[in-house]
Nanobody
């Protein structure tokens, strides 16, 4: 059974930092692209950042470029999202996901999507 468990969320003031972690079990982590998505109240879920199975290709949404960094540790089956210079607009539920297609492009292009597994989500709240 596949499990993705997020941790590290919480509340922070604007300009602050948080690091999210996602530990994955039940699949061959090395063979999957992994990434982070978020959903704000009243909005659709959107791709934040994804990294290819090899770790050589990373996608960042325009609204997080220069502020967020995603990385993976295949030895620990763990995905990370370092979030700096947080803004109130970053508030939302953050989900980690793993996709069998293997490409970072899965983050924004469903044509690259294979079988996707999702975590349960973790709340990030940024106050002004």
């Amino acid at each position: 059974q596949v499990h993705l468990v997020e941790s590290g969320g919480g509340s922070v003031q604007a300009g602050g930092s948080l690091t999210l972690s996602c530990t994955v079990s039940g699949l061959n982590f090395d063979a999957y692209a992994v990434g982070w998505f978020r959903q704000a109240p009243g909005k659709e879920r959107e791709g934040v950042s994804c990294i290819s199975y090899s770790g050589t290709s990373t996608y960042y949404a325009e609204f997080v470029k220069g502020r967020f960094t995603t990385s993976r540790d295949n030895a620990k089956n763990t995905l990370y999202l370092q979030m700096n210079s947080l803004k109130p607009d970053d508030t939302g539920m953050y989900y980690c996901a793993a996709d069998s297609g293997g490409s970072a492009s899965w983050c924004y292009n469903p044509n690259f999507r294979g079988t996707t597994y999702w975590g349960q989500g973790i709340q990030v709240t940024v106050s002004s």
